[in-house]
């Protein structure tokens, strides 16, 4: 798997990834029936700060995606954020981890400080046991913030690691 900066060539594997994850509304705070076009804009980033990655299968297609930005402006832009989605049927084989450490190392280099996801849903467990692993920390549950299509109202956890 070779993970690198997206092109915008990448964007119909990147779609492919984001569509069902952001259809299903079970895991990102993004509106289900958002436009493609709105998502491309929200994800895609070409110039400035923020940057996008993609990890690429053997076979060549796009199996997960990152995209990473300034969580704030201003004198607090030394915080990023970040985003993962892994194709749903290529799960459980690595694909995310690999891409938060790329994503870490990256973040690192680019300047940043510290991390920090403002709303991973307390449902997702998997997210949360491999941010977890990775060191992050729940600095605070926000309860019954996200209306699960599945389990109806669920936490969202707020989570920081240092990258220094």
Same mark, same amino acid.
Request: aromatic fraction near 8%; charged fraction near 20%.
């Given at each position: 798997?070779?993970?690198? @900066?997206? /092109?915008?060539?990448?964007?119909?594997?990147?779609?492919?990834?984001?569509?069902?994850?952001?259809?299903?509304?079970? /895991?990102?705070?993004?509106?289900?029936?958002?436009?493609?076009?709105? !998502?491309?804009?929200?994800?895609?980033? !070409?110039?400035?700060?923020?940057?996008?990655?993609? %990890?690429?299968? @053997?076979?060549? %297609?796009?199996?997960?995606?990152?995209?990473?930005?300034?969580?704030?402006?201003?004198?607090?832009?030394?915080?990023?954020?970040?985003? +993962?989605?892994?194709?749903?049927?290529?799960?459980?084989?690595?694909?995310?981890?690999?891409?938060?450490?790329?994503? !870490?190392?990256?973040?690192?280099?680019?300047?940043?400080?510290?991390?920090? +996801?403002?709303?991973?849903?307390?449902?997702?467990?998997?997210?949360?046991?491999?941010?977890?692993?990775?060191? +992050?920390?729940?600095?605070? /549950?926000?309860?019954? %913030?996200?209306?699960?299509?599945? @389990?109806?109202?669920?936490?969202?956890?707020?989570?920081?690691?240092? !990258?220094?």
């Amino acid at each position: 798997m070779d993970i690198r @900066d997206a /092109t915008s060539n990448d964007w119909a594997g990147i779609w492919s990834v984001m569509e069902p994850i952001i259809r299903a509304g079970e /895991t990102y705070t993004l509106d289900p029936d958002s436009s493609e076009e709105s !998502l491309r804009a929200k994800w895609l980033h !070409l110039s400035g700060r923020g940057r996008t990655f993609v %990890a690429i299968d @053997d076979d060549g %297609a796009v199996a997960g995606t990152a995209e990473l930005h300034p969580n704030y402006g201003g004198a607090a832009a030394q915080v990023a954020n970040a985003g +993962f989605m892994v194709h749903p049927g290529r799960g459980g084989k690595g694909i995310a981890r690999a891409l938060a450490n790329h994503v !870490l190392e990256q973040a690192r280099a680019d300047g940043y400080r510290a991390m920090v +996801f403002n709303a991973v849903v307390a449902s997702n467990v998997r997210a949360v046991r491999l941010w977890q692993s990775l060191g +992050f920390e729940i600095l605070a /549950t926000i309860p019954d %913030a996200f209306d699960h299509p599945v @389990d109806g109202l669920v936490g969202l956890h707020v989570m920081h690691r240092k !990258l220094d």
